[in-house]
């Protein structure tokens, strides 16, 4: 990825994608709702959220296979709305990425050149550049059937690439790889797309795939856009509970703000208190809930010694071990259960926590993420 790459956090950058209160409605349901949202040149950006939360209508938009029914969608500084889909500089890749099967990997990848009637040479060298980009060279002669099922992706990556869009869309591109299949192309379409710089836009339901590939992702959530942000923003500092609850692991400790100076301290129905770190401008008795993301969690057979700042004890119910990691599911005195995930780094630990252990959770006040909504 591109070192120093961040447009959206410049001020003077105007986005290539912009849309501007855009709502959608299919026979009277809201399917996008008032949505703004402003995507840059040379981004890969990524939509995620649970099915029907409109990711796939937006896409589709932008494609100009939808009209929006209120709102603009701009790009550069054009409105793009009246534009029909083979006059947009858009490429959509759709989710069964269907080649024509009697046409050779070389007449998939020409077909859109030859439809704008290029002249032959140039799309024998258009074909030729677009098969190394996906390191098929060779293959241009073969059909569909010949292929493995990532060189179809490539293929069909290759088709869309071909009459260089401004912007491509993929709508779940890689649904139908297997798992390491995915996370090898995964690394390649990055490849890809910080080679040529053409701005990327992902429909995903695999919040993987949208942390590992995106410069940005929006969040959505019933046609409404929860929150922008790089992976890492998203994941460290959600700005929702239910942000903080769909993307990733999650404990989440409900109560009221019971002081908001240096730093909050919220408490629990238990009266127990707990310090985060960020102060909050909302006022003390507010219904507030600090998130804590498992692997900030720390286990142990004792309370840790020190200043017992964010201890809470309990009872080890579950053990999920996933090879790398370990997760630990812990009932609390309250009855609720959090969760703590353990790297497994030694084989043979001294003396390793199991089912029905009485340990202890801790976090610092810095681990907790101070959620109002
Ligand atoms: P998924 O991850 O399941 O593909 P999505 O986030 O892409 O979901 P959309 O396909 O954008 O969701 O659908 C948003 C909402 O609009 C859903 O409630 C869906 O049922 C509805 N919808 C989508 N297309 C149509 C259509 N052609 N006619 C009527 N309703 C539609």
């Known amino acids: 990825m591109r070192r120093n790459f961040a447009p959206w956090s410049d001020p003077n950058a105007k986005a290539l994608v912009r849309f501007e209160a855009v709502t959608k409605r299919y026979a009277g349901a809201l399917a996008v709702e008032g949505l703004n949202l402003d995507i840059f040149e040379g981004e890969f950006f990524a939509l995620l959220g649970p099915s029907g939360c409109g990711k796939t209508t937006l896409l589709r938009m932008l494609a100009g296979f939808e009209t929006p029914d209120e709102g603009r969608?701009?790009?550069?500084?054009?409105?793009?709305?009246?534009?029909?889909?083979?006059?947009?500089?858009?490429?959509?890749?759709?989710?069964?990425?269907?080649?024509?099967?009697?046409?050779?990997?070389?007449?998939?990848?020409?077909?859109?050149?030859?439809?704008?009637?290029?002249?032959?040479?140039?799309?024998?060298?258009?074909?030729?550049?677009?098969?190394?980009?996906?390191?098929?060279?060779?293959?241009?002669?073969r059909k569909p059937h010949q292929l493995s099922g990532g060189e179809r992706q490539r293929?069909?990556?290759?088709?869309?690439?071909?009459?260089r869009p401004k912007v491509l869309l993929l709508d779940e591109p890689l649904a139908a790889l297997d798992k390491k299949l995915r996370e090898e192309t995964q690394f390649e379409l990055m490849e890809l797309q910080s080679r040529l710089g053409t701005t990327f836009v992902i429909v995903t339901h695999d919040q993987e795939e949208a942390m590992t590939v995106a410069h940005r992702m929006a969040v959505m959530n019933r046609g409404r856009v929860a929150q922008v942000g790089t992976p890492a923003q998203i994941y460290e500092q959600p700005n929702s509970r239910w942000v903080a609850e769909f993307v990733g692991d999650v404990n989440l400790i409900e109560g009221t703000l019971a002081a908001n100076a240096d730093g909050a301290i919220l408490t629990d129905a238990q009266g127990r208190s707990f310090h985060a770190a960020a102060s909050t401008s909302a006022e003390p008795g507010a219904r507030i809930a600090l998130a804590v993301r498992p692997e900030k969690l720390k286990l142990a057979h004792a309370p840790p010694t020190g200043e017992a700042i964010n201890t809470i004890g309990g009872r080890v119910v579950d053990i999920g071990y996933l090879g790398d990691i370990s997760i630990y599911k812990v009932r609390l005195e309250s009855g609720a259960t959090m969760k703590a995930s353990v790297t497994n780094a030694t084989r043979l630990a001294e003396r390793a926590v199991g089912w029905e252990d009485q340990v202890w959770l801790s976090f610092a006040p810095e681990a907790a993420v101070l959620l109002t909504a």
């Open 73 to 141: 969608i701009l790009l550069g500084s054009e409105d793009i709305v009246g534009t029909p889909p083979y006059r947009r500089p858009v490429n959509m890749m759709f989710q069964s990425y269907a080649l024509f099967p009697h046409l050779t990997v070389f007449n998939n990848i020409a077909f859109g050149l030859k439809q704008d009637r290029l002249p032959k040479t140039e799309i024998a060298e258009r074909v030729a550049e677009m098969l190394r980009l996906v390191r098929l060279d060779g293959l241009g002669g």
């Open 155 to 163: 293929v069909a990556l290759a088709r869309s690439l071909a009459k």
